[in-house]
């Protein structure tokens, strides 16, 4: 028996779904919050979309939705296929833009990043650069750079290079949904946790918390989870 015309619309919102649950599972796979890449949502959402394909829809309005929603799949699956091959070839630009931060850590000031395009251009700027002063992007120091003239955090956060980890990933994610980054450092970002440690304290007890990096309505945000 034919699917109704309701029962078309409900699998074609559910396709929809799953297809803004993949995307955000690919973008977190390429922002190194996922260690695997989501295959088994793929293959799902590839399920689906065979189901539908083969599903005659004589609605003209849910039609045409189902087929939007289709080319939208089409453009994210070669979006991820072309990032993919990139991470392959050790071309994508936040491989060399991890890897820039490496050597930074390591003491050696790099070139810009917009003049690196792949990782073999970072070492052949490492093999020429000299040992300056850790500077980020607006010259200021680094994190690391900064411990001697910063107070450390409050004892109630995660470690002191935990928190420059939570930092760097905060950024590439806030860089990834094309927010603003100009004005988020460090110590703003210490600060503003340490804003809500009161709250937390209350909501958890005693209990340690830590903090990750999720990607919700196309804002990075952090979100605070108790150990």
């Given at each position: 028996?034919?699917?109704?015309?309701?029962?078309?619309?409900?699998?074609?919102?559910?396709?929809?779904?799953?297809?803004?649950?993949?995307?955000?599972?690919?973008?977190?796979?390429?922002?190194?919050?996922?260690?695997?890449?989501p295959q088994g949502h793929l293959r799902d959402l590839e399920r689906m979309l065979r189901r539908l394909d083969q599903t005659y829809?004589?609605?003209?309005?849910?039609?045409?939705?189902?087929?939007?929603?289709?080319?939208?799949?089409?453009?994210?699956?070669?979006?991820?296929?072309?990032?993919?091959?990139?991470?392959?070839?050790?071309?994508?630009?936040?491989?060399?833009?991890?890897?820039?931060?490496?050597?930074?850590?390591?003491?050696?000031?790099?070139?810009?990043?917009?003049?690196?395009?792949?990782?073999?251009?970072?070492?052949?700027?490492?093999?020429?650069?000299?040992?300056?002063?850790?500077?980020?992007?607006?010259?200021?120091?680094?994190?690391?750079?900064?411990?001697?003239?910063?107070?450390?955090?409050?004892?109630?956060?995660?470690?002191?290079?935990?928190?420059?980890?939570?930092?760097?990933?905060?950024?590439?994610?806030?860089?990834?949904?094309?927010?603003?980054t100009a004005n988020l450092t460090y110590d703003k970002m210490v600060k503003t946790l340490e804003k809500q440690l009161p709250r937390?304290?209350?909501?958890?007890?005693?209990?340690?918390?830590?903090?990750?990096?999720?990607?919700?309505?196309?804002?990075?945000?952090?979100?605070?989870?108790?150990?």
């Open positions: 028996m034919a699917p109704t015309a309701k029962e078309i619309e409900a699998m074609v919102n559910e396709f929809q779904r799953q297809l803004e649950g993949t995307r955000v599972a690919y973008e977190q796979y390429f922002l190194g919050m996922e260690r695997l890449e829809i004589s609605n003209t309005g849910i039609r045409f939705r189902f087929r939007s929603i289709q080319q939208k799949m089409n453009v994210y699956r070669n979006y991820w296929n072309r990032t993919l091959r990139a991470i392959e070839a050790g071309t994508y630009h936040r491989d060399v833009a991890r890897m820039r931060r490496k050597m930074v850590n390591k003491g050696i000031d790099m070139p810009a990043l917009k003049d690196l395009k792949s990782t073999a251009d970072i070492e052949r700027a490492v093999r020429d650069a000299g040992e300056n002063p850790v500077r980020d992007g607006r010259g200021e120091a680094s994190p690391s750079a900064r411990k001697k003239q910063t107070p450390q955090p409050n004892p109630n956060l995660p470690s002191e290079k935990s928190m420059e980890s939570l930092y760097k990933r905060f950024v590439r994610a806030r860089k990834l949904t094309g927010e603003d937390l304290k209350q909501l958890h007890g005693d209990r340690d918390v830590d903090f990750q990096v999720v990607v919700r309505s196309g804002r990075a945000i952090l979100k605070a989870k108790a150990k």
